[in-house]
């Protein structure tokens, strides 16, 4: 693991710490009748997250972590791929993939680096994997790697507004007032743990992703329902009601 990116060790580590913890939404995302995303849960039906056909198609789940959008991939038909940091994340993917009875390739690394050929997949997607965890001036570039001309890259991941909010300190919410310089941001640490996140502006994602050979095919600012509950502290229904605390990018691999 020496030969790792700093951030990719220490992340590596914390979510095998962390693993334990999100073993039992993974059973219940398994177990779902319908996609649900998000720290709200905000319904499939309502997003309109994943690519309407799949059938056939072949995807890859960056950071996939219990693989729970990479079951509900396989279950529309794709030929499914999961690749996560965390090898006691994927040890919990294992369980749910044998009691599902749903197989699919598991490969336990980063999404920065992908034993892959280019032009493997037609579709590549993210929930708070790669795209927060990894560091996008070498995730994204490689997404467009494996992705096939007029392939899709979804992702989903804190909004840049809740990050210009939330204090530093741990479990307190984000304000109403901005907390945190817009410009240069992007590498991001907690005093809480040892992780390191990864967040930029509406800008400089248009960039990347136009630089790395993808037109941008819409943004999606994401807004709870009403009476919606998260367990996370970062954030209030009251907040997210009025500004978007997550958002979705797709975008298309330039043909």
Known sequence: MSDLPDHVRRNRVLWDRWARQYAASGERNWAA????????????????????????????ELGCGTAYVSAWLARRGARVVGIDNSEAQLATARRLQQQHRLDFPL?????ETIPYPDQSFDVAISEYGACLWA????WVPEAARLLRPG????????SFLLMLC?????DV???????????DMYRVEWPSDSGVEFHLSHGDWVRLLRRSGFSIDDLLEVRPTIGAMTSYPFVTLEWARQWPCEEVWKASRYT
């Open 151 to 158: 392939g899709q890259l979804v992702f989903l991941t804190n």
């Open 33 to 60: 009748a319908e996609p649900t995303w998000g720290i709200w849960g905000v319904p499939e039906s309502q997003l309109r997250i994943l690519p309407d056909n799949l059938v056939g198609k072949d995807a890859i």
């Open 107 to 111: 490969i336990h690394g980063s999404a």
């Open 173 to 183: 919410a984000a304000t109403d007032r901005l907390l945190r310089a817009a410009f």
């Open 166 to 170: 939330v204090p530093a300190e741990e």
């Open 135 to 138: 560091d996008p001036e070498r």
